[in-house]
């Protein structure tokens, strides 16, 4: 469950495209420029783990 993000068509096929990524302050940001897209939206009882994000954004060529 802490790697689970529930994201509509578009975003899931950006997200696994590495097109997107969720920054360390939860932010969506496209990966070609950093542009903020949104802010994630979280749901209290769902605990997403930092690190499968900081993985995420690995691949991405973002996580600093």
Known sequence: MSNLL???????VQ???F????DADGMVRTTAD??????LR???AHRLSEAHLR?????C????
């Open 6 to 12: 529930v994201l509509c068509p578009n975003h899931h």
């Open 34 to 39: 950093g542009q903020a897209v949104e802010e």
């Open 19 to 22: 097109a997107i990524y969720v």
């Open 61 to 64: 060529g973002r996580d600093d």
């Open 42 to 44: 979280r749901h209290t």
């Open 55 to 59: 993985y995420h954004r690995a691949w």
């Open 15 to 17: 997200f696994d495209a």
